[in-house]
């Protein structure tokens, strides 16, 4: 006699790679939107630009490797290392960058330590840190937020000219677009020896950070949020990274308000939030434990700090993730939960 | 004493077990002083004519030194030969010099050179000890010049920059400008660079040998299958 199996009542229904990767790309697309909107189309081409990149490379490696060029291509990774990667890119970075920048990322970084699920490190921070420390010049001017529509915008066709040909438009000198992200412009006259008050009224700085910036930080976090609700990123990593932050900007800022910023702008700064929420929650090179999620992502925010506030760059979230990538099997290792029944000790 | 064993004992220095790329001995020198030709050039003469003398040393002095100090006694000749070789470049290399630093005493802690002591030079005769250091160091050499010559392209798009240090200055003219314009690749230049190239170089020394390898595998298969015809 045959019985009619059942599935068990708490199993939801399936959860595939593909389905999480896309998920991550719907929850970008607040963020993206805000920078579109404040950086111009030049974030739309390095989006494309990076997406058919990855998916050539990874299409090659793949067939370089052997395995099943449609399956892997249809679980959306190599799109959400472009896309991760591409954000991070200024929006006028030339071509060649985006290219150098995930070809990093997908071939070296990826596939040449096993493919997606061996990688130790977060691929598209190492396609980040490649083009950082390798063309410093490029990679540090970004444009002022101003916003498609405004006068200075550039259209569609002149970023293309910009990125694909490197010429400007004649009305527009290199100055008039490009200025110090928020980070970068804190750092300088913190450096030169003013007072982070006096600094915070220059035009860069918005309501709580850089003015554009803290709205893509913002949009950012409205999609962390879901990804978190949406059980796809863990939230002890978000929530230890950005108290991480909180606690030690804090105690910097107590100290001595005129030498160190604010914890909120630290918070809604550079990337922050992108980084709590998109790049130290990638399941692969980050820690697994729920005890070791917190610390993983307290290192991160205590690093990132520590990079901002005394290292050689502005922003220190890249280094900070890479950093912990390589500590995430230590702190498993000493953080795995007892096993019911286990004796203390 | 065949001529054979000399082929041999080239062949193991330059390929076989080559220094840097087999044995993966003196790292620090080959990932430090390769990011150009003429630095990595400097560095791997210097330490090939630190290897020659001081295996030929050690070779002459074997049946003398008591094997329980032999070590002592190795550590010792090495550092005389690299302070004589090290006064020597400062007196007729001296910009050379500068830009190698403290590379250049430190030949002294290259384990490949009492690797060769120890494992050839005491047990073999002058002549076979002075080819091995030949050998050997021209295979160091060999590592060093192609990591150089890969990271000086890629970094700053020239071959034999600075030529004027190691050939004087006639050497100005060997300096080629491959691509015009290049923005540099700074990576490649940084210390990642070195690791990275390293480890591309490697990669390719093994291709090659599981190349030469399966075509060894076919030659008999091939004859066997003719004669069965």
């Not at chain 1, 939230?235 to 804090?250: D, E, K, N, R």
């Not at chain 2, 030079?121 to 160091?140: E, M, N, P, R």
Request: hydrophobic share 55%; charged share 10%; with cysteine.
């Amino acid at each position: 006699m045959h019985f009619k199996t059942l599935t068990s009542p708490h199993v939801l229904g399936e959860t595939s790679v593909g389905q999480v990767m896309r998920r991550v790309l719907y929850a970008m697309v607040p963020g993206a939107t805000a920078l579109i909107w404040f950086f111009g189309w030049g974030v739309l081409v390095n989006l494309a630009v990076a997406t058919v990149v990855a998916l050539m490379a990874e299409a090659a490696m793949l067939a370089v490797r052997n395995k099943p060029i449609a399956t892997h291509l249809a679980d959306y990774s190599a799109v959400v290392t472009a896309w991760l990667l591409a954000v991070a890119l200024p929006p006028l970075a030339p071509w060649w960058m985006t290219v150098i920048g995930v070809l990093s990322a997908i071939v070296v970084a990826k596939h040449l330590y096993g493919g997606l699920g061996y990688n130790p490190f977060n691929p598209a921070m190492i396609g980040y840190v490649v083009l950082l420390i390798s063309f410093p010049r490029e990679m540090s001017s970004w444009l002022i937020p101003q916003g498609i529509g405004q006068a200075h915008a550039l259209s569609l066709i002149e970023t293309l000219q910009a990125i694909f040909n490197g010429l400007l438009p004649d009305r527009l000198a290199a100055d008039a677009l490009t200025g110090a992200t928020p980070l970068d412009a804190l750092r300088t006259q913190l450096g030169l020896g003013l007072a982070v008050a006096d600094i915070r009224n220059s035009p860069v700085f918005g309501i709580v950070a850089g003015s554009g910036w803290e709205w893509a930080a913002s949009g950012f976090l409205a999609g962390g949020l879901w990804l978190i609700y949406t059980r796809v990123a863990a939230w002890q990593i978000p929530a230890g990274l950005l108290s991480g932050l909180a606690v030690i900007s804090t105690i910097f800022y107590l100290i001595d308000p005129q030498r160190y910023a604010p914890p909120w702008f630290h918070l809604w700064s550079g990337a922050a939030i992108f980084g709590a929420f998109f790049i130290a929650t990638d399941p692969v090179t980050a820690s697994t434990t729920p005890r070791g999620r917190l610390l993983y992502g307290a290192g991160v925010g205590v690093l990132t700090y520590i990079i901002r506030s005394f290292g050689g760059y502005p922003d220190g979230v890249a280094f900070a993730v890479l950093l912990m990538n390589i500590a995430a099997p230590t702190i498993d290792l000493y953080t795995q939960p007892k096993v019911f029944g286990a004796r203390r000790g | 004493m065949s001529e054979n064993h000399y082929r041999q004992i080239l062949k193991n220095g330059v390929w076989t077990q080559n220094t840097g790329l087999v044995a993966l001995l003196g790292l620090c020198p080959l990932l430090a002083t390769s990011n150009s030709v003429v630095n990595a050039l400097g560095l791997g003469l210097a330490t090939m004519l630190v290897l020659l003398l001081s295996n030929v040393a050690i070779s002459l002095i074997r049946n003398l030194v008591r094997p329980e100090v032999r070590i002592p006694v190795f550590v010792m000749v090495i550092a005389c030969v690299v302070t004589a070789v090290e006064l020597a470049m400062h007196a007729f290399l001296p910009a050379l010099y500068t830009v190698l630093g403290i590379f250049i005493p430190l030949i002294v802690t290259n384990c490949c050179v009492i690797g060769r002591a120890e494992a050839f030079a005491f047990k073999h005769g002058v002549a076979k000890s002075a080819v091995d250091g030949i050998a050997t160091g021209l295979g160091f050499t060999l590592a060093l010049v192609l990591l150089g010559a890969l990271r000086e392209i890629l970094g700053q798009g020239t071959l034999f920059a600075q030529a004027e240090l190691l050939f004087g200055e006639g050497g100005k003219r060997l300096t080629l400008h491959l691509i015009d314009d290049y923005r540099g690749f700074l990576l490649a230049i940084l210390p990642p660079g070195a690791f990275i190239g390293l480890g591309c170089l490697i990669a390719l020394k093994n291709v090659l040998d599981a190349r030469a390898r399966r075509r060894l595998e076919v030659k008999p298969a091939v004859a066997l299958r003719e004669a069965g015809a």
